[in-house]
Every structure is written in C-alpha cells, then in structure tokens.
C-alpha cells in the first residue's frame, strides 16, 4: 500500500523503506500489552507487592513517559528520526533486562524502575507519528495513521502463544539470575527490541533544508494561538477521556480475573486480551474503507456513542457490581461475557484513532509537529498516570465504584469540548491549515462559508481549493 503511494516527498515518490522500518516501532507497545500486561498483577504479587503498589507501578511508567515526552518532541526537530529512536530502543532493552533481573535484585522497586525506563522507550510513539505528520502526504494521513494504530494492536493476538511459551520454559534459580514465567517475559522483550533496533537501522529518512529545520520550532505564543482558535485543543480531551477509559478498562481486568476467574490464570488473561486486540485490528484494517468518504468528526461522534455504551456494562458489573464468580475458567458464560464485552469495547475505541489524529496533524499545519504530537501524546499518558494509580487505590484500599463513575463522568465531559468545536473541526479545510501555518502573531479566523455548513452532512467532502 505505501509503495503505491505516488504523492511526491520532497520531489521524490515515497520510497517503502521511508515508512515501513518506521511503522515496526509501533511494534514496541503491542509488545509491552501481549508480553507483560497479563502476568504484571502476578509479578508483582509474588515479588511481595499488594494493589498498591501495582498502582504506584503504574504510575512510576506514566509518569516518567510524560515527561519524556516532550523533551522527545523536540529532539526530533534537531536530530534524526532513526537516530532518536535508536536510543529509545536501547533504553527499552536496558528496561527488559532490569525486568528480568527483579527477583534477584530490587523486587518490586527493580520493576518500578524497569517500567519508568520503558516509559522512556515508549515514548518512540511521539517520533513515529511525528514522523508521519511531517513526512507522509496529507493526503495519506489516515491511511498511514491507521496502519500505525493497527500496528499497535497487531502484537497482542501473539499474547495467548508467547505466554504459554514463558509458561512451559524450564525455571531457572542462582545467585545472579532467577528465570520463571515472569522474568523471562524481560528476555523476550530484550530480544524483541534488539529485532527492531535493527529493523530501524534501515530507515530512509527524507533530508530536511535548512529552511525546514527553521520550520520546526514554533514559539509558545504560535502554539497557544493555533490550538484555541483553531480548536485543536478537543484532541487533548477526547485523547485523554479515550486513555482514561481504556487504561481503567485494561489495568482492572488481571484483577477482576484473579479475583472472580482465578481458573483462567496467565494464559487465559493473555487470551482475553488477544481478543480485544483481534477486534482492534480488524477495526482499524476496516474503518478507513467503512468511514470513505465521511467527515472525520461524524466518525469521531459515532464511535465515542460506541465507547459510552460499551463502559456501563463495565461500570455496573464490575465497578459497581460484584460480577459472577466461578471456577470453571472458559466454559462459563460470565467469562464469556467479559470476553464479548471487550472485544466489542476495542471496536469504538479504535475506530476513533485515525480519525482523531488526521484532525489534528491538519489542523496544527506544517511547523513543529513534533512539539505539537508530545502535546497531544502528553495529554494521553497524563490520563494514564492518574487512572493507573487510581485502578490500584480503588481495588485496594477504596472502592471501585466511584474510579468507574468518574470514568463515566469523564467520557460525558468530553463531548462539551467536542460539539463546542463542530463546526470548526472539518479535515478538509486546507486553506484554515495552510493559512494559519504561515501567521507570526496573528491567529487565523475559521471559515465558515457555505462550504463549511455543507459539511454538517457526514458523508460530506470539501473541496475548498
């Protein structure tokens, strides 16, 4: 697909080795879901650690990200793309092997440290888009925003066969290193971000011009300017309220299962979430041929529709309520239940991905999108932080029914914003995007001509040129 892309980069066709090497970073979350999200609540049970501490944990990984993110923004306004996230990749290596090495050295502040560094490494998701912004075609945005997020999911369907991998292999104890279920998961990711260390070595990377590095670097007034009067700002809500939710979701599920279907253990957490990450894929494969010619902000509301009503099922039986306990691990209906019931949760909540980002790389035009990306991906890990130690608080300490009743508050509020912005938010409207990319000091006034109201309607495209 990006082969056959013909739109001219820098007076060249886009070459494969210009994008695809960049797309196999994705890889470097879907790995941290498929590989550790299912056994972390166990790590760190048997390390001696409580809800708590699996709370702070989480935190410990957020928060570093979410100032990694920023200084990442800006770095690749100076530096190479391959050679930022060359480092990244190292540091998440460095990460892997600190995961490894926890039963035998720190515990569970050594697994504290581990995530805060991979929070570092993770932060190569700031370049990546970046990257697209920059130097994918406009055109191709959602096509290449799409394949990115699909990307991100693609490692998890692998969860079920690399857990039950770290299951069967043989425990090894010494002095300098324990090797279980748990700790080789450090080992595979160490191996996994060595594969694509390498894969990034072969990225064709378009030179910039003087007068592009010039370009990279908009001050603090032009950023202000452009995200109020343009109404970029909605992404920073509607990112947050979609990382919220979804963190809340991923973070209570090993302890909902531990607590109501102990029987499903590692391997069928592992499963669990390859079900949810089949779905996400499938949607993100399918929403740029189902959505073909429909405005991006009917795309956004329909799906948010979406993720509302797939929350209150979660809300009222899990948070609220006290689910359906059994041991009888996958032939039970409960347990098919929560599996029905994520799988279709990932479908709204990836539908909206592409959508959300096209919006967003147009509207904050050609200057500074690094700096512009870790501000949307801040807004994201911001909402992480904070629902991660919530998760870990409310099913400890506290109850759980208010953490899910601020999630639905929160994903209420998101559409005040939203709808506050709906006229503004039309991807089509180049002129807006090329005008106020060109403004020093003045921000740019918003069309809204018959050719804007023309695109109330959701199948709607706008030519404005």
């Known amino acids: 697909q990006v ?66 993110m920023p200084a990442v923004g800006l770095i690749v306004g100076r530096f190479s793309y391959r050679r930022v996230l060359s480092v990244l990749l190292l540091v998440g290596m460095a990460a892997s092997f600190l995961y490894a090495l926890a039963p035998v050295c720190g515990g569970v502040a050594t697994i504290a440290l581990s995530r805060a560094l991979l929070g570092v490494a993770s932060s190569a998701s700031v370049a990546s888009l970046a990257y697209i912004a920059e130097h994918v075609p406009k055109e191709d945005h959602t096509k290449a925003f799409a394949m990115n997020f699909g990307l991100q999911r693609a490692g998890v369907p692998l969860a ?40 990034v070595q072969l990225l064709r990377e378009p030179v910039r011009s003087e007068a592009r590095l010039a370009e990279l670097a908009p001050g603090p007034g032009e950023v202000c300017r452009r995200l109020g009067r343009l109404g970029a700002y909605f992404s920073y809500v509607m990112s947050f309220q979609n990382n919220w939710c979804n963190q809340v979701i991923v973070w209570t599920i090993p302890i909902i299962t531990s607590r109501l279907y102990p029987e499903l253990g590692i391997v069928g957490n592992s499963m669990l979430f390859a079900s949810g990450g089949v779905s996400g894929l499938l949607t993100v494969w399918l929403v740029p041929k189902v959505t073909a010619g429909m405005a991006h902000r009917w795309v956004l509301l329909v799906t948010q529709l979406g993720v509302g009503l797939t929350l209150l099922p979660f809300a009222v039986v899990y948070g609220c309520g006290s689910g ?9 209906p409960a347990v098919w239940f929560l599996y029905v019931l994520f799988c279709f949760y990932n479908i709204p909540f990836m539908a909206q991905m592409p959508s959300n980002n096209a919006i967003y790389a147009q509207l904050i035009g050609d200057r500074g999108k690094g700096v512009y990306i870790s501000l949307l991906e801040m807004s994201k890990t911001l909402a992480r932080v904070i629902s991660g130690y919530l998760v ?53 006034e918003i069309n809204t001509s018959s050719d804007v109201a023309a695109a109330d309607k959701p199948s709607a495209i706008i030519e404005t040129r």
């Open 3 to 68: 082969a056959g892309w013909t739109a001219a980069l820098h007076g060249r066709p886009m070459d494969p080795l210009s994008i695809y090497p960049l797309y196999l970073t994705s890889l470097t979350l879907p790995i941290d879901d498929a590989i550790v999200l299912p056994s972390l609540w166990a790590y760190v049970q048997a390390l001696g650690g409580d809800e708590d501490a699996y709370g702070l944990i989480q935190v410990s990984y957020y928060a570093v990200r979410l100032f990694s």
């Open 324 to 332: 359906s306990s059994t041991s009888e691990g996958l032939g039970h």
């Open 160 to 199: 079920p066969v690399l857990n039950v991998l770290l299951v069967r292999l043989p425990n090894v104890s010494s002095r300098w290193l324990q090797l279980n279920e748990h700790s080789y998961a450090g080992l595979l990711m160490l191996l996994l971000d060595g594969l694509l260390f390498l894969g």
């Open 392 to 444: 870990g608080i409310a099913y400890g300490s506290f109850g759980s029914c208010s953490l899910w009743g601020m999630t639905l508050a929160i994903w209420a509020l998101q559409f005040i914003p939203f709808l506050g912005n709906w006229r503004r938010l039309n991807v089509a409207l180049q002129e807006v995007v090329e005008i106020g990319s060109d403004v020093e000091g003045e921000g740019c």
